[in-house]
């Protein structure tokens, strides 16, 4: 389940993106892909946690194109595009394939200053995701998304002391309502429509750490807040505006080589820890991304 929150998770694990302290340089621009694999077979019924033999164990797989670019030294511009494969061990439950949501962020740091021996950093970032397929939502846990438009704003600041690093941020998540080919469903009530009203979501980062040019190694705990919803009724399939919550822990490394200059690898992994109908994921990533120059610079007159 929770797979509404699969991709935020996979794209803040990978290079510069719009939760962590890193910004691209002005008229620079960072691409490349990541491949991620998520895994369950328990998950949280409300508060009950069980295996489905329905199910078996469910896996998510996702292929993204990502890419970073530097407006200027304080204001970058991201996008993601992921294409999402889910697939259950047993049952007879077909899984998905599909582009899920194009995700688009600005991410602006007003305030980078000299605290003590450390510098500290504040940074505002608005985000918005869009569908770009015509994909099922009312199919969880097997669905590739929850198909509602969200606006995003998060607050983050950082702190810096030699190459050790302490980041925090919070989001808070806007979700559009969704419609599902059913004319009428039941959540704690009966309704009679195809339109479902999306609970909001709160999401809290924490992360620290060592960094410098060339390594990045730090710890990772999310929390995903579902401010509203229901739990699933005992033995039913998930809907998707089920309250969705989890914490997770995992750890994330970058590497950047310097020959080719600009070539950077990623790698990582998470778990949940504890959750309220979602999966205990076990989640592990990897990408490639290259940094360059696109303006070319002006040779000094003689």
């Known amino acids: 389940m929770a797979l509404s929150f699969f991709v935020a998770l996979f794209s803040e694990a990978s290079a510069q993106t719009e939760a962590d302290a890193i910004m691209i340089p002005k008229n620079y621009l960072c691409t490349g892909v990541m491949y991620g694999h998520s895994s369950w077979d328990h998950y949280w019924e409300g508060t009950f946690k069980r295996d489905n033999g329905n199910i078996g164990t469910l896996t998510t797989q996702m292929y ?39 995700m688009a962020s600005v991410k602006y740091m007003p305030v980078e200053a000299q605290v003590g021996k450390g510098v500290i950093s504040l940074y505002a970032i608005g985000s918005v995701s869009v569908p770009l397929s015509n994909y099922v939502a009312d199919f ?74 060339s390594w990045i190694a730090e710890a990772v705990v999310d929390n995903n807040t579902t401010l509203g919803g229901f739990d699933i009724r005992k033995n039913d399939m998930p809907f998707p505006s089920n309250k969705m919550n989890f914490t997770s822990a995992g750890v994330n490394f970058k590497y950047t080589f310097s020959k080719p200059a600009g070539l950077e690898l990623t790698a990582g992994g998470d778990y949940v820890l504890h959750g309220r109908n979602v999966g205990q994921t076990t989640t592990i990533h990897g990408g490639i991304y290259y940094l360059f120059s696109v303006k070319k610079e002006k040779k000094d007159k003689k």
Request: net charge neutral; charged share 15%.
């Open 64 to 102: 993204s194109l990502m890419a970073n670019y530097g407006v200027s030294n304080k204001l970058n511009v991201l996008v993601s595009l992921p294409y999402i494969t889910t697939h259950a061990s047993a049952g007879t439950l077909e899984g998905q394939k599909g582009i899920q949501d194009l």
């Open 140 to 213: 969880l846990p097997l669905s590739i998304g929850v198909h509602s438009t969200n606006i995003m704003g998060r607050a983050m600041a950082d702190y810096q002391l030699s190459n050790f690093f302490v980041t925090g941020s919070a989001q808070y998540v806007r979700r559009s309502n969704i419609t599902i080919d059913r004319n009428s469903y039941y959540t704690t009530e009966m309704h009679y429509t195809d339109e479902v009203k999306m609970p909001n979501v709160a999401v809290y980062n924490f992360r620290t750490g060592y960094r410098s040019e």
